[in-house]
């Protein structure tokens, strides 16, 4: 193990390497200077049942903008990723401003399905990589109370009569699940360990404070049985479940049993409203503010496959963004696969060979939650926060995709 550490190390350092190159300091480097969330808490039914998307647009751009660390004018551009709410570009834009950011800085919302904050991060990267914009807000905001991914009607069959796949990408989630499971010879049995593991992860990372310089609280309203609204601060992932066993799980009953027998509501992530948002500019504007900063955005990159079995999407983006940068996954130190379903996250661990203890050190999205939007961005948060408690340097991030893709993002933490 020690001389494993060391050989790492000296990847790290030898001068040439792709490592050497990922990790160098450059001006023109992407870097991130702010990384925060909310609590991630029940849709339907927790401490943001009764808050609308644009108040929790609104609460994390505030939050972002009270710990900047500079004047809010020298924000040019905000991307918001979001799923669920057509109208999000106007809530985005009205979120800023009531925020208080100045009607200077622009923005826009984007929807890539579940990888939508890391995409809003990667556009962002991009547009200052290009010139385009200085200084830019990356975020994610999602409340599964109101909205989710579900189709109001079929596709237009002039369409779908072309194409098996086209057709394929109306399928319903826990349905590509299950598909998962059958094609690839998955068991209810290494599943339900799966998940229980994930939160037995979360548990002892909220137990011991690890999420809390992730959270940023949140002042909302929630109403009562009496009907009542009343006022309260919102500073805990509600989802967790402390002593959730695998044998407590197999008793959970099949939650598609139209498709399959695998797929529960204790093995799949949960319903779950919230926000994060990532501050991203060139090393060399984040030296002339003084900010001190957290890590370096490397690339990111996506990559397409079946829709039927779009949970594997991880397994395609993961080996191209790896390649791209010509380093492999032993040179990775974290790594944030999103847990839509236990079936992808265990065929993804097991294709790619993942080492289990760097994967999720913190639980993923069955035991934290996944509201669409904002998990690319969420991801982003939690790994660099782990990076910084454990002294990493590589964080590799990734998700499915709805309608057959997968999203890679790759970082270097500076903390």
């Known amino acids: ?14 001068p040439g390497s792709p490592l050497a190159a990922i990790t160098s300091k450059n001006p023109d480097d992407i870097v991130i200077t702010l990384a925060i969330r909310t609590p991630l808490c029940k849709g339907k039914k927790g401490g943001f049942k009764d808050t609308t998307v644009e108040y929790l647009m609104y ?17 040019e551009d905000i991307c918001m990723g979001n799923v669920s709410d057509a109208k999000a570009a106007y809530k985005a834009r009205a979120a800023a401003l009531s925020a208080g950011f100045p009607n200077t800085t622009s923005a826009s919302s984007v929807n890539r399905f579940c ?37 109001e009607q079929p596709f237009d069959e002039e369409v779908t009569k072309h194409s098996q796949e086209a057709l394929d990408c109306m399928m319903a989630m826990g349905w590509t699940s299950e598909n998962v ?21 979360a548990e002892e990372a909220q137990k011991a404070g690890w999420f809390d310089d992730e ?12 009907g009542e609204l009343k006022t309260v601060t ?55 503010l003084g900010l001190p900063i957290m890590a370096k955005y490397v690339g990111s990159t ?11 999407g991880p397994t395609v983006a993961i080996p191209k963004l790896l390649k791209q940068h010509n380093i492999t996954l032993d040179d990775c130190d974290v790594i944030e696969v999103n847990e839509a379903f236990a079936t992808m996250a265990v065929y993804t661990r097991d294709y790619l060979k993942l080492n289990w203890a760097k994967m999720n050190p913190r639980g993923g999205a069955i035991a934290l939650g996944h509201p669409l939007g904002m998990t690319g961005a969420r991801q982003i948060v939690t790994g660099l926060s782990e990076c910084r408690r454990t002294k990493k340097k590589i964080l590799l991030t990734s998700m499915c995709i709805g309608t057959g893709m997968g999203m890679a993002g790759l970082f270097v933490n500076e903390q």
């Open 115 to 151: 990888s939508s904050g890391l995409k809003a991060t990667a556009d962002i990267a991009h547009q200052i990589l290009a010139g385009s914009i200085e200084i830019g807000i990356a975020a994610g905001t999602e409340s599964m109370t109101i909205g989710g991914d579900a189709l």
């Open 1 to 14: 193990m020690a001389a494993d550490r060391v050989n790492s190390i000296l990847k790290h350092l030898s």
């Open 59 to 75: 609460s994390i751009l505030k939050s972002t903008r009270e710990r900047l660390g500079f004047s809010p004018d020298l924000v």
């Open 181 to 201: 499971a059958r094609d690839f010879g998955l068991t209810r049995e290494v599943i339900d360990q799966y998940a229980a593991e994930s939160f037995r992860r």
């Open 302 to 312: 996506v990559a397409g496959l079946a829709p039927r079995i779009m949970g594997i």
């Open 215 to 226: 959270i940023v609280p949140v002042t909302t309203k929630v109403k009562g049985p009496d």
């Open 234 to 288: 919102l500073t805990k992932d509600e989802g967790i479940r402390p002593g959730t066993t695998a044998a407590s799980l197999g008793k959970i009953r099949v939650a598609f049993p139209q498709w399959g027998p695998i797929t529960t509501g204790g093995n799949a992530s949960q319903v779950t409203d919230g926000a994060a948002a990532v501050v991203l500019m060139k090393r060399s504007k984040a030296t002339q």
